[in-house]
């Protein structure tokens, strides 16, 4: 059973809550010797493999690590850039870690953003007035839960496709939401939700949903 993440969207499509509880990483590390046999480019300030695939290694992915230690984008630790770096024979052999790449906060706001326009979407093709919009979109490896409330707030969650038990989650925490950021004095509306017993709690519900919850097709 696992819920992977849980976004919250103010009622102007901005977000202002983020958490990834769990992100399975696909993950391939492999020494190469020179020259290197994959193709590599910049892509969205990352390096990533635009051609040959192997062992595991994906187009699409990008890299990751370099002989153990992260990098930062196109750059290595030490602040090289990947692609020159990787043009000298005197850095091989290498060890280079290739995954998905991860999200990086900007992505994640433009994301939450663009998801708040299909929302609207949703609710404008209906053939019957007063929809309630996009509550769950479906792919084979994830499920995305949506609750919106009264005032507009979106809460979103993103789980395993066969976990049960997400409108209660969702619900929860809303529940966690009106006690621990509403209710918190130095909290503005729709503005980010900085606070620790909301974090907490947060963290707390999705412990509870992910043992509680049964896995099985159409839960």
């Known amino acids: 059973m696992a819920i992977f993440s849980v976004y919250v969207v103010n009622k102007a499509g901005g977000l202002i809550y983020q958490y990834d509880n769990y992100v399975p990483r696909a993950e391939v590390e492999k020494t190469f010797s020179f020259p290197l046999d994959l193709v590599l480019k910049i892509h969205d300030e990352k390096v990533v ?21 992260d990098v930062n984008g196109k750059y290595t630790a030490e602040g090289k850039e990947i692609l020159e770096y990787l043009k000298d024979p005197a850095n091989y052999p290498v060890s280079i870690r290739f995954g998905r790449p991860r999200l990086t906060s900007n992505e994640k706001l433009m994301l939450a953003s663009m998801f708040h326009s299909l929302f609207a979407i949703g609710s404008q093709l209906s053939p019957e007035v007063g929809s309630s919009g996009i ?5 084979d490896v994830f499920k995305l839960h949506c609750f919106q409330t009264l005032t507009g707030i979106k809460f979103i969650v993103l789980a395993d496709p066969r976990q049960s038990g997400i409108d209660a989650l969702l619900r929860k925490i809303y529940e966690i939401y009106s006690d621990f950021a509403l209710k918190n004095p130095f909290y503005s509306l ?4 900085r606070c620790e017993l909301f974090d907490q709690n947060l963290k707390s519900a ?3 949903a992910e043992k509680a919850g049964t896995f099985g097709p159409g839960s």
């Open 49 to 69: 493999v635009s051609f040959g695939q192997r062992d595991g290694i994906r187009v699409g992915h990008a890299v990751l690590s370099i002989n153990g230690v």
């Open 135 to 139: 509550e769950m979109l479906e792919t």
């Open 190 to 193: 729709e503005m980010p939700i």
């Open 206 to 208: 999705l412990e509870v």
